[in-house]
T-cell receptor, first 113, second 109 residues
Framework: GAVVSQHPSRVICKSGTSVKIECRSL??????MFWYRQFPKQSLMLMAT?????????EQGVEKDKFLINHASLTLSTLTVTSAHPEDSSFYIC?????????FGPGTRLTVL | GQQLNQSPQSMFIQEGEDVSMNCTSS?????WLWYKQEPGEGPVLLIA?????ELTSNGRLTAQFGITRKDSFLNISASIPSDVGIYFC?????????FGEGTQLTVNP
């Protein structure tokens, strides 16, 4: 149990467009999900904490108007990168919390041309 | 904010050798976690440590939670080619994970 999926696994988009990434907990309910960003050869950096039914909590330096998070159900959180630019190209990873432990998704590779 | 220093940054070893990596923190954590990440994948939990001084094994992996609660190490014994990947430590404070910078492990057959 405790499987987390992400969709899409890879996305390429043009600069200025918006991209939505989905994170689903497949076999458990998660009131809290987390979104991380990982640049090449770097560590995972927490972007925001997503709580079901309430506003996300963003880390310092992460623009909430640019990275829109919606956690509308106990099994789904979405991250929308609005008006994406090449510097937003990164590996975006979500995790879902169950009994205090975080279970990670497989990541989404975003490339902005 | 909290920072984790992980070393070494990379290791190149021969199959069969033992490996050791460690993390130190400027602040105390209540839980230490060790993850492995393979290219294009999310991190997978290897070992979780919940008490200062705790020594825990998972197959060929052994990890310890430092007495000061500010450090942890991970040992891999008798490495094999499939051990290749990036290993991350993570300190847990509340619901937040703070990750170390990672150790890239390469195992030559």
């Amino acid at each position: 149990g405790a499987v987390v999926s992400q969709h899409p696994s890879r996305v390429i988009c043009k600069s200025g467009t918006s991209v939505k990434i989905e994170c689903r907990s497949l076999d458990f309910q998660a009131t809290t999900m987390f979104w991380y960003r990982q640049f090449p050869k770097q560590s995972l950096m927490l972007m925001a904490t997503s709580n079901e039914g309430s506003k996300a909590t963003y880390e310092q330096g992460v623009e909430k108007d640019k990275f829109l998070i919606n956690h509308a159900s106990l099994t789904l959180s979405t991250l929308t990168v609005t008006s994406a630019h090449p510097e937003d190209s990164s590996f975006y990873i979500c995790s879902a919390a169950r009994t205090g432990e975080q279970f990670f998704g497989p990541g989404t590779r975003l490339t902005v041309l | 904010g909290q920072q984790l220093n992980q070393s070494p940054q990379s290791m190149f070893i021969q199959e069969g050798e033992d490996v050791s990596m460690n993390c130190t923190s400027s602040s105390i954590f209540n839980t230490w976690l060790w993850y492995k990440q393979e290219p294009g994948e999310g991190p997978v939990l290897l070992i979780a440590l919940y008490k200062a001084g705790e020594l825990t094994s998972n197959g060929r992996l052994t990890a310890q939670f430092g007495i000061t609660r500010k450090d942890s190490f991970l040992n891999i014994s008798a490495s094999i080619p499939s051990d290749v990947g990036i290993y991350f430590c993570a300190g847990v404070s509340g619901s937040r994970l703070t990750f170390g910078e990672g150790t890239q492990l390469t195992v030559n057959p």
